[in-house]
Nanobody, 116 residues
Framework: QVQLVESGGGLVQPGGSLRLSCAAS????????MGWYRQAPGNQREMVTT???????NYADSVKGRFTISRDNAKNTVYLQMNSLKPEDTAVYYC??????????WGRGTQVTVSS
């Protein structure tokens, strides 16, 4: 069982930056594939980025070059650095952990609003 708690969301102007954090419970954090997903009102939840146990990353085309995912296995934490934010990045951002048996865990989400 893994519990995930996101933090770092908020209101930011277009072009600004935010850093999201996701703290995970449990002693097997390093074995999970971690990811960030987002859901805007009226839209389906979509993958933003993932990072494997070995540190390989994958990004949605819409955030490539602007967002960076990283993980600190010693702190059981995954981060999402978001730069050059756009209004279309506005959404609830969810942290996800996927085990080696493909079991998936979700956090409760953190709101990111990009607006002037």
């Amino acid at each position: 069982q893994v519990q995930l708690v996101e933090s770092g969301g908020g209101l930011v102007q277009p072009g600004g930056s935010l850093r999201l954090s996701c703290a995970a419970s449990g002693s097997t954090f390093s074995s999970y594939v971690m990811g960030w997903y987002r859901q805007a009102p009226g839209n389906q939840r979509e993958m933003v980025t993932t990072i494997t146990r070995g540190g390989s990353t994958n990004y949605a085309d819409s955030v490539k070059g602007r967002f960076t995912i990283s993980r600190d296995n010693a702190k059981n934490t995954v981060y999402l650095q978001m730069n050059s934010l756009k209004p279309e990045d506005t959404a609830v951002y969810y942290c996800n952990a996927r085990s080696i048996t493909n079991k998936s865990y979700w956090g409760r989400g953190t709101q990111v609003t990009v607006s002037s």
